[in-house]
């Protein structure tokens, strides 16, 4: 099931922000080997300089990139700036003398040690009044300074500007500028060498034995630099690899499928061509899963992967679109051949055998088939049209294939369920559901609390002014496994509208004092649900609401099937203060000796019977022995669907203590 929503999202892959990373990679260390090829290629210093500094400040993307020497015998206090690339907004320092009487040699020890100066604002790093008005001077905001060696004479600096306002750098920002640094000191140290060659003809041999070791060791460095630069590229590779295939099957991924989609898709439009996508959800690999553990569910995967493949045309492509869900696009073909195709895949996965340590499975597959043409609106709607049918074959009974046609009325319904799906979805993330409250009122004067008790309904805004029953949405809810997330919206949004209605008081600074009670129901999926303990007692916490104020509703069919996690879940949650009540009672596995196991507060008699209550003797019975085994048990009785005073009448008269329905009041919103 997809979206448009999940397709933007999907085009937003984070292997982008990987390749945009290993091209910055790149870039770098292909400045680093120009540099190093233009000190191989014995380019004047002052050429070397010109060219570094452009390099440098349109990769750093940076104010100014300069270069400061220091005048010999200055006692590191004099020197001047000799190149530098700046950007026309700002001054040239070229030429200008620098008199510097804090720094001397005390400092550019420390520098002639490593030391590397990165000062993201000047105003906020701690440099003395003198620095900061000699930087201020250039117009400079933050600078990253890093030492220019000759040999162990600290020569000057590589000084980076950044002049309009402060910049953080990040560590291979100085990474980079300190192996730039590291190249042009050796040819400092090459361009002393051959000065000293002009001068002093008795090294000349010496000099030249130095040059070639260098020469050598700029060979193996660009070596070095070439094999890195292979390494990136493979990398990248790799990364590509990963973004567009499912590394368990090898088969490519959703989002890959989805850019096949896209292009099918306007070859139909374009060359009236047809294509086939089918959607295939694998039969009993929960089995499968849950008995022999996810290794075992892993290898049947990428099993039925080699299987889907050995069974297509070349031309033909196979993807995993997550968990147990496959998708076939079938090339320029038609309705009735992609139905033999997929019907002969069908009939392969049915004899297949997996076996797994003394195990032996057999499995199925269910298959929606959908044909792409002129007529296709949008990948969006081939892919959701496609998995409809796929879910009509496993209603169907699964192990079959279901072809998509106009006038599928069952696949109609399928279609509306995903689109009350979309607009659940939706509703979580924009608040779009509406809380409803309905009295629980006692049923004589014997319950004498002026604690009040409600119980939390939920509406679905639809948009267009109309409110969706949970009748309609909530089978969408748990066919597209959202109902966990829904009651954990409804847990939060109850509390976060209770910490609205009583405010903290001077008295009460813990926990709010709320007169009522308010009930809350969970679906079997909350009960499977091991963070739910955590995110109930996370939001008492946040919103400082008494657990008293909650009672929460499970269904005895739910409990039942999920014993051992609702017992976990009601002990855990009654020990903060909540209460539970157990909802539908009478519908589902009935037995008296599951209450004895449940710990729950109250029994919600389930309205079948109370609605047929005055008219039917065998209602009443059931009900009135329901009544006196719970009270036996110390458990309340709430009695449901009460219409009319003969029925509130009749439940009275059987000793019922609380009721709910039209009759006693109708669901209002909460806010």
């Given at each position: 099931m997809t979206?448009?929503?999940?397709v933007?999202?999907?085009?937003?892959?984070?292997?982008?922000?990987?390749?945009?990373?290993?091209?910055?990679?790149?870039?770098?260390?292909?400045?680093?080997?120009?540099?190093i090829?233009?000190i191989?290629?014995?380019?004047?210093?002052?050429s070397?300089?010109?060219?570094?500094?452009?390099?440098?400040?349109?990769?750093?993307?940076?104010?100014?990139?300069?270069?400061?020497r220091?005048?010999?015998?200055?006692?590191?206090?004099q020197?001047?700036?000799?190149?530098?690339?700046?950007?026309?907004?700002?001054n040239?320092v070229?030429?200008?003398?620098?008199?510097?009487?804090?720094?001397g040699?005390?400092?550019?020890?420390?520098?002639?040690?490593?030391?590397?100066q990165?000062?993201?604002?000047?105003?906020?790093?701690?440099?003395?009044?003198?620095?900061?008005e000699?930087?201020?001077?250039?117009?400079?905001?933050?600078?990253?300074?890093?030492?220019?060696?000759?040999n162990?004479?600290?020569?000057?600096?590589?000084?980076i500007?950044?002049?309009?306002?402060?910049?953080?750098?990040?560590?291979?920002?100085?990474?980079?500028?300190?192996?730039?640094a590291?190249?042009?000191?050796?040819?400092?140290?090459?361009?002393?060498?051959?000065?000293a060659?002009?001068t002093?003809?008795?090294?000349?041999?010496?000099?030249?034995?130095?040059?070639?070791?260098?020469?050598?060791?700029?060979?193996?460095?660009i070596?070095?630099?070439q094999?890195?630069?292979q390494?990136?590229?493979?990398?990248?590779?790799?990364?590509?690899?990963q973004?567009?295939?499912?590394?368990?099957?090898?088969?490519?991924?959703?989002?890959?499928?989805?850019?096949y989609?896209?292009g099918?898709?306007?070859a139909?439009?374009t060359?009236?061509?047809?294509?086939?996508?089918?959607?295939?959800d694998?039969?009993?690999?929960?089995?499968?899963?849950?008995?022999?553990?996810?290794?075992?569910?892993?290898?049947?995967?990428?099993?039925?992967?080699?299987?889907?493949q050995?069974?297509?045309r070349?031309?033909?492509?196979?993807?995993r679109l997550?968990?147990d869900?496959?998708?076939?696009?079938?090339?320029?073909?038609?309705?009735?051949?992609?139905?033999?195709?997929?019907?002969?895949?069908?009939?392969?996965?049915?004899?297949?055998r997996?076996?797994?340590?003394?195990n032996?499975?057999g499995?199925?597959?269910?298959?929606?088939?959908?044909?792409?043409?002129?007529?296709?609106?949008?990948?969006?709607?081939?892919?959701?049209v496609?998995?409809?049918?796929?879910?009509?074959?496993k209603?169907?009974?699964g192990?079959r294939?279901?072809?998509?046609q106009a006038?599928?009325?069952e696949?109609?319904?399928q279609?509306?369920e995903?689109?009350?799906?979309m607009?659940?979805?939706?509703?979580?993330e924009?608040?779009c559901?509406?809380?409803?409250?309905?009295?629980?009122?006692?049923?004589?004067?014997?319950?004498?609390?002026t604690?009040?008790k409600?119980?939390?309904?939920l509406?679905?805004?639809?948009?267009?002014?109309?409110?969706?029953?949970?009748?309609?949405?909530?089978?969408?809810?748990?066919?597209?496994?959202?109902?966990?997330?829904?009651?954990r919206?409804v847990?939060?949004?109850?509390l976060?509208s209770?910490?609205?209605?009583?405010?903290?008081?001077?008295?009460?600074?813990?926990?709010?004092?709320?007169?009522?009670?308010?009930?809350?129901?969970?679906?079997?999926?909350?009960?499977?649900?091991?963070d739910?303990?955590?995110?109930?007692?996370?939001?008492?916490?946040?919103?400082?609401?008494?657990?008293?104020?909650i009672?929460?509703?499970?269904?005895?069919t739910?409990?039942?099937?999920?014993?051992?996690?609702?017992?976990?879940?009601?002990?855990?949650?009654?020990?903060?203060?909540?209460q539970?009540?157990?909802d539908?009672?009478?519908?589902?596995?009935?037995?008296?000796?599951?209450l004895?196991?449940?710990?729950?507060?109250?029994?919600?008699i389930?309205?079948?019977?109370?609605?047929?209550?005055?008219?039917?003797?065998?209602?009443?019975?059931?009900?009135?022995?329901?009544?006196?085994?719970?009270?036996?048990?110390?458990?309340?009785?709430i009695?449901?669907?009460?219409?009319?005073?003969s029925?509130l009448?009749?439940?009275s008269?059987?000793d019922?203590?609380?009721?709910?329905?039209?009759?006693?009041?109708?669901?209002?919103?909460l806010?």
């Amino acid at each position: 099931m997809t979206n448009q929503t999940e397709v933007s999202n999907l085009s937003k892959n984070p292997a982008n922000q990987v390749l945009a990373t290993v091209r910055s990679q790149l870039a770098r260390q292909k400045a680093l080997a120009q540099v190093i090829t233009r000190i191989g290629e014995k380019l004047e210093l002052n050429s070397l300089f010109e060219s570094t500094t452009t390099e440098v400040r349109q990769l750093l993307q940076v104010d100014r990139v300069a270069i400061f020497r220091f005048y010999p015998d200055s006692n590191w206090n004099q020197g001047e700036f000799v190149a530098e690339h700046v950007h026309p907004d700002f001054n040239s320092v070229v030429g200008q003398t620098l008199n510097d009487h804090c720094f001397g040699e005390q400092y550019a020890v420390h520098y002639a040690q490593g030391r590397i100066q990165a000062v993201g604002d000047i105003y906020e790093a701690g440099l003395s009044d003198c620095h900061i008005e000699l930087l201020a001077k250039f117009q400079v905001r933050a600078n990253l300074i890093v030492p220019l060696m000759q040999n162990e004479y600290l020569w000057g600096f590589l000084c980076i500007h950044h002049c309009l306002e402060p910049r953080h750098w990040q560590e291979t920002d100085i990474e980079f500028v300190t192996e730039i640094a590291n190249y042009l000191g050796v040819a400092l140290q090459r361009a002393e060498l051959i000065a000293a060659l002009r001068t002093e003809v008795k090294e000349r041999q010496s000099a030249e034995r130095a040059l070639t070791k260098q020469n050598k060791q700029l060979e193996e460095t660009i070596q070095k630099l070439q094999e890195a630069n292979q390494q990136l590229i493979d990398t990248q590779q790799i990364y590509q690899w990963q973004a567009t295939h499912d590394a368990l099957t090898e088969l490519i991924n959703r989002w890959e499928f989805e850019q096949y989609l896209e292009g099918v898709l306007k070859a139909a439009k374009t060359h009236q061509r047809k294509y086939v996508v089918a959607y295939l959800d694998l039969d009993k690999f929960k089995i499968v899963n849950d008995s022999c553990g996810h290794a075992a569910g892993d290898e049947l995967l990428r099993q039925v992967g080699i299987l889907l493949q050995s069974n297509l045309r070349k031309t033909d492509v196979a993807a995993r679109l997550g968990g147990d869900e496959f998708a076939i696009l079938f090339d320029q073909c038609s309705l009735e051949q992609a139905t033999q195709a997929t019907q002969r895949l069908c009939e392969a996965i049915e004899v297949f055998r997996f076996v797994w340590e003394d195990n032996v499975f057999g499995i199925g597959v269910s298959i929606g088939v959908s044909l792409i043409d002129e007529k296709t609106s949008s990948v969006a709607s081939s892919l959701c049209v496609a998995d409809a049918a796929c879910y009509a074959a496993k209603r169907q009974g699964g192990n079959r294939i279901h072809v998509y046609q106009a006038d599928d009325n069952e696949l109609t319904v399928q279609l509306n369920e995903m689109q009350l799906a979309m607009q659940i979805r939706k509703a979580l993330e924009e608040n779009c559901f509406q809380l409803y409250y309905q009295s629980i009122a006692p049923v004589d004067c014997k319950h004498t609390s002026t604690n009040r008790k409600f119980e939390i309904l939920l509406r679905l805004d639809d948009g267009c002014g109309e409110v969706v029953s949970p009748g309609v949405f909530i089978p969408a809810a748990e066919r597209y496994s959202l109902m966990h997330l829904v009651d954990r919206w409804v847990i939060s949004s109850l509390l976060d509208s209770l910490k609205e209605k009583y405010p903290l008081t001077e008295n009460s600074c813990q926990s709010r004092k709320i007169p009522n009670q308010y009930a809350v129901n969970l679906s079997g999926v909350s009960l499977n649900d091991e963070d739910l303990i955590d995110f109930v007692y996370k939001q008492f916490e946040i919103y400082k609401i008494p657990p008293t104020a909650i009672c929460f509703e499970v269904t005895e069919t739910a409990a039942i099937y999920n014993l051992s996690k609702a017992v976990q879940l009601i002990n855990s949650l009654r020990s903060l203060g909540c209460q539970f009540a157990l909802d539908d009672f009478g519908t589902g596995m009935s037995s008296f000796e599951y209450l004895k196991i449940l710990p729950v507060d109250y029994l919600k008699i389930d309205g079948s019977f109370i609605k047929n209550l005055v008219s039917d003797p065998v209602s009443c019975a059931i009900t009135e022995s329901i009544n006196n085994i719970a009270h036996l048990m110390e458990v309340q009785t709430i009695a449901e669907y009460v219409e009319d005073s003969s029925t509130l009448t009749q439940i009275s008269q059987l000793d019922v203590d609380y009721a709910q329905g039209y009759g006693i009041d109708k669901p209002s919103p909460l806010r």
